[in-house]
């Protein structure tokens, strides 16, 4: 399908350059949710992401897609997953060809190959999924994308990123682009509902 464009190498010197993606799964009283996210390795935000009751190719397109629109890149994204069938599916393939990306898959079950990912649903494990027993998937879709958009992405400092936020990094790249200027960062990101192919919005 596609060879690893990315070896391990989870740095990027510039946005948009090198995106990783991968879905996890985790129980409410009324089923699983499953939830489909895209990081840029340049600043480790969270660009677009997908919740539904199904773990489909849908759900996996509506993320890609969601970061195509938050980002409108302009030049070649590797855009990087594992070789599940979500990822491998016509529909997802068709996205990436249209908006010009290029594919990049790890090996069959080599959760290092897409470590980024991996240590992005770490913390989202510990910090929402394990933090209480969820009764519905509202409950649980909402306290995903609270955590995500509030915290993840505006307050959580990193240390990889020099103890900076997400967000810190996206503006302080942007006023050198641009002096005097001011970063937009509430430009939408899409996600669902219980259908992963009508995409809602939430904050940015």
């Known amino acids: 399908m596609h060879d690893d ?3 391990r190498d989870f740095t990027s010197t510039v946005p948009n350059l090198k ?3 991968d879905i996890t799964e985790h129980p409410t009283g009324e089923g699983k949710v499953y939830c489909c996210a895209i990081k840029d390795l340049f600043s480790d935000r ?3 992401y997908a919740i539904a009751d199904r773990m489909t190719a849908d759900l996996a397109v ?3 897609r969601a970061a195509i629109a938050r980002r409108q890149p302009d030049g070649v994204v590797i855009v990087h997953a594992d070789r599940g069938s979500q990822f491998r599916a016509r529909s997802f393939q068709a996205v990436l060809t249209a908006a010009g990306l290029k594919g990049s ?3 069959v079950a080599s959760a290092g190959d897409n470590a980024a990912m991996e240590s992005f649903w770490a913390l989202l494990q510990r910090n929402v999924l394990n933090s209480q027993q969820w009764r519905t998937r509202e409950d649980l879709h909402y306290a995903i994308v609270h955590w995500i958009e509030h915290t993840y992405n505006r307050r ?4 990889g990123l020099g103890r900076l936020t997400p967000r810190r990094v996206r503006a302080s790249l942007h006023r050198q682009a641009r002096p005097g200027s001011r ?3 509430t430009t939408p990101v899409n996600q669902t509902d219980n259908n992963p ?3 809602g919005v939430t904050l940015g």
Request: charged share 20%; net charge positive.
């Open 62 to 64: 509506v993320a890609l």
């Open 5 to 7: 464009h990315i070896q």
């Open 183 to 185: 970063l937009n960062d």
């Open 105 to 107: 898959m790890g090996r």
């Open 197 to 199: 192919s009508s995409a």
């Open 19 to 21: 995106w990783v993606t």
């Open 156 to 159: 959580r400092r990193q240390r």
């Open 46 to 48: 969270i660009v677009g």
